[in-house]
């Protein structure tokens, strides 16, 4: 059977401020023709579906017309949703009874017995090939809270045991026995999460810290050897994890910040057979939309050479308005130049592109500009940055681990709406 492997949609995003609902629509539309090109028997979305607890009205029509077209011309397909920390669980749960009449899988929050344990049959997603006939067994492990966590007997200060991933494997280890009991000869064992693993590669401008923060990354052996495939969401960089070519996030369909320009944005295609991965595929996803960073990687230019730079800007006069470009422009200068922002929107008037960012760094003395750290707005630092600031404004060092920790915890509920 084949499995197509995606997760990080975030739909509903803005980019400083501008929609990227052409550009969703644009990647659902190519998913479709990939599902049928490839013979796709099994979807999985790794979470993250949408980039916010309330999702906006056209982003819920983009998930809901995408799957609808779908099922109607695929309706064999298998389709597993998972939340991830960007998502409402308790929003999707609401939505699962109706979209599993049409064979949609849809997982918020771990489920629970009526006694208020952990259920792990409940996550079990049996997965078919083009025959109808079961081919993997997939555990469809969403994002875990805190609070989705058991409470262990573990001490506090124990060195070397992390009362949250215990929990987490302990998780996934109930699901796992719960999935092997149902496991027949030439099955495979498909695993799902959407979590911080240990080594994983960081979007800094556009991921959230999760589960008590970084401090708490995952490691790799929380998933079992006999898993044929384990398919992840949260990190937008596409990658494998501790080198294992089974374990990996498939990455974001989209750049969901300026940086994640280079990232060669994908989906995974993994074909398994005989209970365990026989081939696997990164389906590179076209870019709707350009995006175009001056001087480019982080750097910045004198001002002369960044309006040069703009003014030959390669741009397709006939590209409709969805399609412009986002530009992002990063200047140095020695001193203050006022005229700044109406010199770079008049390099760029009348012509095809946005405007998104407009980075000054101020060297003052003429110094190199490495020696200098660049002006920073507000908007564009993380919570965790403005926290460690004023930290720092009153204390001396780094605040300590517990206290990042803690803090993690009541940035996650004010971000989920806790």
């Known amino acids: 059977m084949r ?13 400083h401020g501008l929609t990227r609902e052409y550009e969703h629509s644009r990647f659902l539309d190519w998913l479709l023709d990939r599902i049928g090109e490839h013979a796709v028997d099994a979807l999985i979305i790794a979470g993250d579906l949408f980039d ?10 983009l998930f809901h017309r995408f799957l609808a077209s779908a099922k109607a011309r695929f309706p064999r397909l298998d389709v597993v949703v998972l939340a991830g920390n960007h998502d409402s669980a308790s929003r999707l749960d609401a939505s699962a009874p109706l979209l599993a009449a049409l064979g949609v899988a849809v997982i918020g929050a771990p489920p629970l017995r009526p006694d208020g344990r952990f259920d792990p049959a409940g996550l079990l997603v049996p997965l078919h090939d083009r025959d109808g006939l079961v081919a993997a067994r997939c555990v469809a492990m969403p994002h875990l809270r805190p609070a989705d966590l058991p409470a262990l007997p573990i001490e506090d200060g124990v060195e070397g045991v992390d009362p949250l991933i215990e929990g987490v494997r302990q998780l996934y280890d109930q699901a796992v026995t719960a999935a092997r009991a149902c496991l ?4 495979a ?19 959230r810290k999760i589960l008590g923060g970084n401090l708490h990354a995952l490691p790799v052996d929380i998933f079992p050897a006999d898993a044929a495939y384990v398919a992840l969401g949260h990190l937008h960089r596409a990658q494998a994890v501790g080198g294992l070519e089974h374990v990996r996030y498939s990455g974001s369909p989209l750049p969901l910040a300026l940086d994640e320009e280079s990232y060669p944005h994908q989906v995974m295609l993994v074909e398994l057979a005989e209970g365990r991965m026989v081939g696997r595929q990164a389906l ?7 995006i175009h960073r001056i001087p480019g990687g982080g750097r910045f230019a004198p001002p002369d050479a960044t ?41 760029l008037a009348g012509r095809p ?44 060092g780094e605040p300590p681990p517990d206290l990042m920790a803690a803090f993690q915890q009541v940035l996650m509920s004010v971000q989920e709406g806790a």
């Open 3 to 15: 499995l197509l492997h995606t997760a990080d949609w975030h739909l509903g995003q803005t980019l």
């Open 52 to 61: 916010g607890q309330n999702p906006p009205i056209p982003s819920l029509m």
């Open 184 to 187: 027949n000869a030439d099955e």
């Open 189 to 207: 064992l498909v695993l799902t999460g959407h979590c911080y693993m240990r080594g994983g590669a960081l979007s800094d401008l556009s991921e």
């Open 284 to 290: 590179p996803v076209p870019r709707a939309v350009p």
């Open 307 to 347: 309006l040069e730079a703009l003014r030959a800007l390669p741009l397709d006069a006939d590209a409709p308005r969805e399609r412009w470009p986002f530009v992002e422009v990063s200047v140095a200068l020695a001193s203050p130049r006022p005229a700044l922002r109406e010199e770079v929107e008049a390099a």
């Open 353 to 396: 592109a946005r405007l998104v960012k407009l980075a000054v760094r101020l060297t003052g003395d003429g110094a190199a500009l490495a020696d200098h750290a660049p002006a920073v707005e507000l908007s564009d630092l993380e919570p965790e940055d403005v926290f460690h600031r004023l930290y720092q404004r009153h204390h001396q």
